[in-house]
């Protein structure tokens, strides 16, 4: 029997405090498909195929709304484009990788992966990357998919009544507020959100809100930067 | 609000919006050794994303719930929003964040 390397276990046993952290997530997005109209196979679609939460949400809502596709698509990649800055930051450690495991490493990246490994990375040169990683990200890969699923069936029974549809906001303001770090990042959520407020309440059309509201608010977050604001 | 668009369709979103997640993750893991780090003012750009984001997809949610703008105690997401807010800074749970949210939402609707 092949044994587990124990740097794969490593990364299972630290990301098992965050597992519980996501199912809730996860249970909201299987929830939101159901309630805008699509099936538990697109749900399962977005989780296994983008599998990325905040994207997936945001674009079953904008589905729901029938925004233009262009819009939905775009949208995604806003969200997703943190994701940038991780695959920038942690490409020196998968340098060595294989070519597979480097597509797979790609795929699997996540905001837990990336800020665990790279913990661990820097405090312990010995580590094997890739068996810690695969620990981390494939078990958060894992426990998403059934919280999917799970949720696309309990989306099924939901009286309609109970408003579970503000699940979805919810789960973005639990992201939201980490995010406001500092007086220039709480500046671009501030100008970020009221400009979104303003787009929708304009009737704007199409549901450009929250690329507009990016494109503003992050400029808010540079211009309190440079004005040192950074405390 | 069910969407209009048929099945097919949902799949092609799925399928793009999935090649051009795995570009952005894969993009500075592929380059490697051509483009080594990204622009300081592009990174600095890139780090207020999440907030403004973020935000975009609260602030409407709760305060236009009805495409008009609510400031009032009437408004039951704004209030159980605020709520689920103190609860998130508070705590930074997502669990903890949704129970006080949708608990509160609930006690408006079918108690108050």
Known sequence: MPTVPPDLLDGVRDVMPLHLGIVPFGLVAGVAAVEQGLSIFHAIGFSTIVFAGASQLAMI???????????????????????????????????????????????????????????????????????????????????????????????????????????????????????????????????????????VAAGVPFHLDIIVAAIVGVGAGLAVESLGGDA | MPTSYDATTVWGVIVVAGVLTFAIRGSFVYLFGRIDEVPPQVQSALEYVPAAVFAALVFPAIIVPEGAVSLSLGNERLVAGTLAAIAAWYTERVFVTIVVGMGALWVLRFVV
């Open chain 1, 61 to 199: 809502e904008l589905l729901g709304a029938d925004a233009p596709l262009a819009i939905v698509v775009g949208t995604a990649v806003v969200v997703n484009l943190r994701m940038l800055m991780y695959s920038a930051s942690i490409a020196p450690y998968f340098r060595d990788f294989a070519a597979r495991s480097k597509t797979i490493a790609s795929y699997l990246l996540t905001d837990q992966a990336y800020a665990l490994s790279l913990a661990r990375y820097g405090e312990d040169g010995r580590t094997d990357r890739f068996a810690y990683y695969v620990g981390v990200a494939a078990s958060l890969w894992v426990v998403w998919q059934i919280s999917t699923i799970a949720g696309a069936f309990l989306g099924a029974g939901l009286p309609p009544e109970w408003g579970f549809e503000f699940a979805a906001p919810l789960v973005f303001l639990a992201l939201l507020v980490p995010a406001l770090k500092d007086r220039a990042s709480a500046a671009s959520g501030l100008v970020g959100g009221l400009v979104a407020v303003a787009v």
